[in-house]
């Protein structure tokens, strides 16, 4: 089913057979420091009796979403996909793994922009975003049509600007982008997120701070209506944090100011999920965690996190990340002893009580730091023959009768 006015759920008949089927484990041994004492990878993965995919149901949803919406505007079904749009913006719809809907949506409406885009494609580009205006000249006062317009304008704005820093004819690209970003700007005035209802189009012009002059200043008060709007929506959160770094419009300082004061706005749907929030879209950018991460509020936001939706998508995000912590306490020795320790009984919690299926695509070292956090919480009962079980609603141990 697509997403209609008529419709409160997503599943997709798309979505129908299309779960992944299982994948061997076969730890690649690359990186340092993820190696075990006494026993192999291969050996604890070959004990591990629970549900292991390569990617997770949520996402393949979201794909299925996409491709629905992409497949309706190459059939040019326009006053269906509109309706779906504002409907699911309107109505907070979210998919699995607390994904809105909305964005999918759009993005399926986009698809073919975004492979022209990725190919450096700009006349491709060009004649997309022509044809977005002329949906809109079609449907003037409909903020969906505008939206798909302005995004499509930021969306172009942005790859020049990034083929300009690369040398390509600089001056001109540059001028370009900064056109972009005017007319998206300018097609945006029209409409108020806030009296629309509307997260998409808050999430829209809060993207324009990446090409116009007062950006840095915009962005706060951008934030701010977007999150107000829709304060469950981690994206907004992410997307503020790495506005908020030094290679944009932040330092060190500012970006845990405004990831407290984000908690502190959202506390109360999402504990304190946003902090984690922000410092996970900052180690995405950057590579490594921040050294003005703050632990304790860290760990508790990051449960948080995962609790908002409960899901497996977020739990194999969690899980993976304190995977990738405790290895980095265990070899930073001595002096990290405490943040190991927290960081651990963190891990345990997850995997104890929060995991119970593996996507193999969310653990950034894969098969080998799957390996590595099952020898760290269940190492003891693994050195005496046992197997890894689902158990609960989290994973447990199991020593097979002899």
């Known amino acids: 089913m697509l997403i209609t006015p008529s419709l409160l759920h997503v599943k997709t008949r798309a979505s129908h057979g299309r779960q992944e089927t299982a994948v061997s484990l076969r730890p690649a041994g690359v990186a340092p420091g993820f190696d075990l004492d006494g026993i192999t990878a291969e050996q604890v993965l070959a004990r591990l009796d629970v549900p292991v995919m390569r990617q997770g149901p949520e996402e393949i949803e979201w794909q299925c979403i996409r491709d629905d919406h992409s497949a309706m505007a190459n059939a040019g079904e326009w006053e269906d996909l509109l309706d779906a749009l504002r409907f699911a913006d309107q109505d907070r719809t979210m998919a699995s793994g607390g994904q809105r809907v909305a964005p999918l949506i759009s993005e399926g409406i986009r698809s ?3 492979a022209a885009i990725a190919r450096d494609d700009l006349q491709a580009a060009a004649a997309k975003l022509t044809r977005f205006q002329a949906i809109y000249e079609l449907h003037h006062g409909n903020y969906a049509a505008a939206h798909l317009v302005a995004q499509a304008e930021i969306d172009i704005g942005c790859v020049k600007r990034e083929m300009a820093t690369r040398g390509q004819l600089s001056r001109d690209l540059l001028a370009e982008s900064a056109a972009h970003f005017d007319s998206a700007e300018d097609l945006l005035e029209l409409y108020d997120p806030i009296e629309e209802m509307s997260p998409l189009l808050a999430s829209t012009r809060y993207l324009l701070v990446r090409g116009i002059e007062d950006g840095g200043t915009l962005c706060r008060d951008w934030f701010e209506d977007w999150s107000d709007l829709d304060p469950e929506d981690a994206t907004a959160h992410a997307a503020h944090a790495v506005h908020m770094l030094p290679d944009w419009f932040g330092s060190l300082a500012i970006f845990e100011k405004e990831a407290r004061k984000a908690a502190a706005m959202t506390e109360h749907v999402t504990g304190k999920a946003a902090y984690a929030v922000f410092h996970i879209a900052a180690r995405d950018h950057l590579g490594d965690m921040l050294p003005s991460l703050d632990l304790l509020p860290f760990l508790q936001g990051l449960a948080d996190y995962q609790t908002a939706t409960g899901c497996q998508h977020r739990a194999n995000i969690a899980a993976s990340l304190l995977t990738e912590m405790v290895h980095d306490y265990k070899l930073a020795g001595p002096a990290s002893a405490y943040q190991l ?9 997850v995997l104890w009580n929060r995991l119970h299926e593996v996507h193999l695509d969310s653990w950034t070292h894969g098969a080998d730091s799957l390996a590595f956090a099952l020898w760290e919480i269940f190492g003891p009962a693994l050195e005496h023959g046992a197997r890894v079980i689902p ?9 097979p009768r002899r």
Do not use: C, E, P, Q
Not at 341 to 349: P, Q
């Open 391 to 399: 158990k609960g609603n989290g994973l447990g141990t199991r020593v």
């Open 341 to 349: 320790t927290k960081t651990r009984a963190a891990l345990s919690d």
């Open 112 to 114: 073919a922009l975004s």
